[in-house]
């Protein structure tokens, strides 16, 4: 277990909150603002846009149902160790747990707090809800100050390591959120990062530093016309 402490908390905005709710017609996530508006979430944007062959390939590889189990896996080792980093951040005990699951969740987040938390010096706010009025709305795992800059960031587990070719999606959930958070709080964010941790415990940084910030928001205000267009 890490001895790191947690960054210290700072209240830079007063932040608004969304209530999601699942649109039961398609199964899909929204989001109601404090607006009053009922906004796609960025997720739902970027899965209904994304091409999907390399993924329905990889399904047909390794059949339905094994596909069905890997992704039930990746997601219950996902939620665990992002509720472990989060009551890292809070301060809060971090509980190793019993079943496998857990204890692979706990040593990966481990890793990440060791290589990527222990970077960041503020904390503004943690599962944050953001909307940009009339177009999306999401939940970002963290806001803050990492290496000295104000960055959106946000935690990912995977099977085993990514290329960055692999993770545009990423990007673009990171300028999706900055442009939010930009648009509704009046702030300048122009940086994000993606923590990254394989099962083996290998650390991946993926940045998205000022000068690709203008690339991606090209793409996601394309894949959001895309969505409107073809998909709402």
């Not at 001895?3 to 996530?29: H, M, V, W």
């Not at 993770?167 to 673009?172: A, E, F, G, I």
């Amino acid at each position: 277990m890490t001895t790191i402490n947690p960054p210290r908390f700072t209240e830079r905005y007063q932040y608004k909150s969304c209530e999601q709710i699942n649109d039961l017609a398609t199964g899909k996530r929204k989001y109601l603002t404090p607006d009053g508006e009922y906004l796609p979430s960025v997720t739902t944007i970027l899965s209904s846009t994304k091409d999907q062959t390399h993924l329905d390939q990889w399904r047909e590889r390794v059949g339905q149902e094994n596909a069905k189990q890997i992704t039930k896996d990746a997601a219950n080792i996902g939620t665990s160790m992002h509720n472990n980093l989060e009551n890292f951040v809070l301060g809060k005990p971090r509980m190793p747990g019993g079943n496998l699951i857990h204890k692979q969740a706990n040593k990966m987040a481990d890793v990440i707090i060791e290589h990527g938390l222990s970077k960041v010096s503020e904390i503004w706010a943690i599962e944050q809800s953001l909307y940009y009025p009339g177009l999306y709305s999401g939940t970002t795992d963290g806001i803050g100050v990492y290496e000295g800059k104000p960055v959106i960031f946000d935690y990912k587990q995977t099977n085993k390591p990514k290329k960055e070719d692999w993770v545009q999606d990423y990007y673009l959930q990171l300028v999706s959120y900055a442009m939010a958070h930009n648009e509704v709080y009046g702030s300048d964010i122009k940086s994000g990062v993606i923590f990254m941790c394989s099962r083996e415990c290998q650390f991946q940084k993926f940045e998205l530093t000022e000068d690709k910030f203008q690339y991606y928001q090209n793409i996601w205000m394309d894949r959001i016309e895309q969505y409107y267009l073809n998909f709402s």
